[in-house]
């Protein structure tokens, strides 16, 4: 244990300092855990053990604040303390610490007014040191505990404050955090509702197509999560799925729906959605290439595809995806001009065009869940 003593007969000078400086390691190593905890239980585990090595003592506790109330959220100690139980800040030495904005040392529990004398009876503690989390408006406590008489000496007093007032800190910026998270789900929220009133607008004006690019958003998701993409590119990649055909929204309903072929203007009109998909959603600001991937989804490795004629490397690997997704679904989904066809041809015709227009790994990808997994197309 490295504790520094203020009174340690027999040592040296340069032991006393030996020891000093290894209980401030310590204090750095605890501080930079602490500034790296991201969660309460995380906080509280590395508060409950520091407060014990810093300090020698037999028992540390971790108090929160609940209102009028002492939560003893987490303990470490040679024998159960109060861990999960409550008590009002008035019934509580906690609670005193944090209702006076100070540090409580009381050498003889049996000797202090301010103990609550049947909470500590059954347990081993017998002297003991509370510090509160942040003086002004306490968030809780810390709790060192001796099994017999001790009176905790100033350093170790300022161990535990050094420690409470990271803690605090730490639990500070959990909060904030979680707070910033709850946000941010918020607005992914409102995002991808938007994205999804824009693709239920291209579904009204083609009810041929209607749920097309929800489902090339849910196939796409599915080839990107098992080819190992981040869940957050997954995630964009479904986003580009269910607006994929924005750009639609500038073409005629009739040309859309049309039952017959079309004409070479028809088709060089529908050949526009790409670009003018990338038009609608590059100002839209996004962490991921979403509005590029909408432009590229009808780009083909060899360079036939369009809008822009792009070939190989420089097709986005977020369009490869699309781009297969988007054929498939396409191609098991009843059409004007053609029924449906099963899930056999169409993997066929993308296996003969793999490594041609379609990119081999996702192509693969694809085959693989159909075949193995067993996926289907959620229409």
Same mark, same amino acid.
């Not at 000078?13 to 209980?23: A, Q, V």
């Not at 693709?199 to 599915?222: E, N, P």
């Given at each position: *244990?490295?504790? @520094? @003593? ?10 006393? /300092? ?15 855990? !602490? ?15 520091? %407060? ?20 003893? #959220?987490?303990? =470490? ?11 009002? *800040? ?34 081993? +503690? ?23 008489? $001790? ?18 800190? %730490? ?23 938007? /994205? ?19 489902? +090339? ?6 080839? #990107?999560?098992? !080819?190992?993409?981040?869940? =957050? ?26 039952? %017959? ?26 962490? @991921? ?12 490795? =060899? ?18 995806? !699309? ?19 099963? $899930? ?6 993308? /296996? ?8 081999? #790994?996702?192509?693969?990808?694809? +085959? ?6 067993? @996926?289907?197309?959620?229409?």
């Amino acid at each position: *244990m490295r504790l @520094f @003593f203020e009174s340690a007969p027999g040592l040296s000078r340069e032991e006393i /300092l030996n020891r000093s400086l290894e209980t401030m390691v310590d204090v750095i190593d605890l501080t930079q855990a !602490l500034a790296a905890a991201h969660d309460m239980n995380a906080i509280m585990d590395i508060v409950r053990h520091g %407060a014990r090595d810093l300090t020698g003592a037999d028992g540390a506790t971790f108090v929160l604040r609940e209102g009028e109330y002492c939560y003893y #959220a987490d303990e =470490d100690a040679i024998q159960p303390l109060w861990k999960g139980s409550r008590f009002p *800040m008035s019934d509580c030495v906690s609670g005193w610490a944090m209702s006076h904005h100070q540090p409580v040392v009381i050498p003889d529990i049996y000797k202090d007014r301010r103990v609550p004398q049947a909470v500590y009876e059954p347990t081993f +503690v017998r002297g003991l040191a509370v510090v509160p989390i942040r003086s002004d408006n306490p968030l809780g406590a810390i709790g060192c505990y001796w099994s017999s008489r $001790y009176e905790a000496t100033p350093f170790q007093v300022r161990l535990i404050q050094i420690l409470a007032n990271t803690a605090a800190i %730490a639990m500070e910026n959990v909060h904030y955090e979680l707070e910033l998270s709850s946000k941010a789900g918020l607005l992914e929220k409102a995002f991808e509702s938007t /994205l999804l009133s824009i693709s239920r607008m291209i579904d009204l004006r083609d009810a041929y197509t209607s749920g097309h690019q929800r489902c +090339v958003g849910i196939i796409a998701k599915r080839i #990107a999560e098992f !080819l190992g993409y981040p869940s =957050d590119h997954c995630q964009a990649l479904y986003w580009a799925g269910i607006v994929h055909d924005v750009g639609k929204i500038a073409i005629p309903a009739e040309i859309l729906s049309k039952p %017959a072929r079309l004409t070479a203007i028809e088709f060089k009109l529908i050949q526009s959605h790409a670009q003018t998909g990338y038009e609608i959603l590059r100002d839209v600001d996004m962490p @991921f290439p979403i509005a590029d991937s909408v432009r590229q989804h009808h780009e083909r490795l =060899d360079g036939s595809g369009y809008p822009q004629g792009l070939s190989g490397e420089a097709i986005l690997n977020e369009a490869r995806i !699309l781009a297969v997704a988007d054929v498939f679904e396409a191609m098991v989904s009843h059409r004007p001009y053609r029924p449906a066809l099963g $899930y056999e041809a169409a993997l066929a015709e993308l /296996l003969e065009w793999r490594g041609v227009w379609f990119d081999p #790994a996702v192509v693969d990808a694809l +085959v693989h869940l159909i075949e193995v997994d067993g @996926f289907r197309v959620p229409h």
